[in-house]
């Protein structure tokens, strides 16, 4: 999976909440949220569209999904596992285990997780 730019997942972002979404309707959105001109929006949907996360269809240029948000988020997690932990989901809960600003629910929350697996 090519890796997604950060203003490319803010309109995937925008297109998983609103699809089918017409191209039009995201640089509507894209302007009021983060201040872009149409050109930005229809720029980043095209490269999304060229690595083939999205499908533009006629008439309206309306935008569809081919990749669920889950599979953008676990390759987008193992990139930052590989880029910062070597690889190591350990030392990634060593990392988070170690913040003082989780919570005990927190913390009971994950190794509820960790048992259930």
Do not use: H
């Not at 240029?61 to 953008?72: E, G, H, N, P």
């Amino acid at each position: 999976m090519q890796k997604l730019f950060d203003s490319e997942i803010k309109v995937m972002e925008l297109i998983w909440e609103k699809e089918p979404v017409s191209a039009k309707e995201l640089s509507v959105i894209a302007e009021e949220k983060f201040t872009w001109n149409k050109n930005t929006t229809y720029t980043v949907i095209k490269k999304i569209e060229a690595k083939g996360y999205i499908k533009r269809e006629d008439p309206g240029f309306i935008c569809t999904s081919l990749i669920s948000k889950d599979d953008v988020q676990r390759s987008e997690t193992q990139g930052l596992i590989d880029k910062l932990y070597g690889g190591s989901k350990k030392a990634l809960f060593s990392a988070l285990l170690a913040d003082e600003t989780l919570t005990q629910d927190e913390i009971d929350s994950l190794r509820e997780m960790i048992e259930k697996r």
